[in-house]
C-alpha cells in the first residue's frame, strides 16, 4: 500500500515564489486526488522543480531519498508522442535513460506542453481573460495532445493580446488557470492527462 505521493513537476522557473505560485496552481488542478489521499490518509507532496532537467535530477533522486514513496515525474512532452512508453519518448527526444526499478507509471507527459492542457478548456480561458479575448486564433482540434508544441503558446499569446490580462504569461498566468480548469474537460481531451489522475487514483486506492 502507497503511503506517500511524491509528484516532480518541471516549471515554475528559477524563482522560490514563482515555483510557489505554480505549486498551487497544481495542487488546486489534482484537488480531487488531494482530497482522496488525504481520505487514506496516503501523504501528498508536489515538488516544483523549474528546467525539465531538474525534474529528472530531483525525480532520480527521490529513487533514494525516498523509496518508500510512490515518486512520479511529470515534464512537457515537447513533442508529439508517437511510441507506446512515456520513458521511451523521453530516451529519444531527451536521450534520459529509465533508472531501474521504476516503471511506466512513474512517468508522465503533459502533451505536447502544460498549454495543451489551458487549450482543452476554451470556457475557462474565455472566462479568465474576459472581453477580447479571441477564441478563433486557438485551434479547435478535439485532440490537443496532437497540437503542435510550437503554435500552443504563440496562439494563447495571439488570443489573449488584446485583453485586459494582458497577453498570455506562463509564469503570471499557468498558476492561475491551473486553479481553474475543469479538469473532466482536460482528461477528455488529453488521454495523458486521463492517464495521469487514473494511475495517482488507482495507486492511492490500492
Known sequence: MVKEVRIYI???????NTKALIRQG???????????????????NIIICGSRNSAF??????LNDHPEA?????????????????????KLRD??????????????LMVQAVEAWFIADIATLKKF????FKE?????NPNVETIAKDS????????????????YHKINHASKLLELLDVAAVRQASPYCDRLFTTLKDKIEA
Open 152 to 167: 500552443l503558446e504563440p496562439s494563447l499569446k495571439t488570443a489573449t493580446s488584446k485583453t485586459t490580462k494582458g497577453e
Open 26 to 44: 497544481f495542487s488546486q488542478f489534482f484537488k480531487p486526488l488531494v482530497e482522496l489521499a488525504r481520505s487514506k490518509k496516503v501523504k501528498w
Open 95 to 108: 536521450n534520459w535513460d529509465k533508472p531501474s526499478g521504476v516503471d511506466d507509471s512513474q512517468c508522465h
Open 10 to 16: 518541471e516549471g515554475g522557473g528559477d524563482g522560490k
Open 57 to 62: 535530477e530531483d525525480f532520480k533522486n527521490a
Open 70 to 90: 510512490f515518486n512520479v515525474l511529470l515534464v512537457d512532452a515537447e513533442a508529439p508522442v508517437k511510441v507506446e512508453s512515456p520513458w521511451q519518448h523521453l
Open 129 to 132: 481573460y474576459g472581453q477580447d
Open 136 to 140: 478563433n486564433s486557438i485551434s479547435k
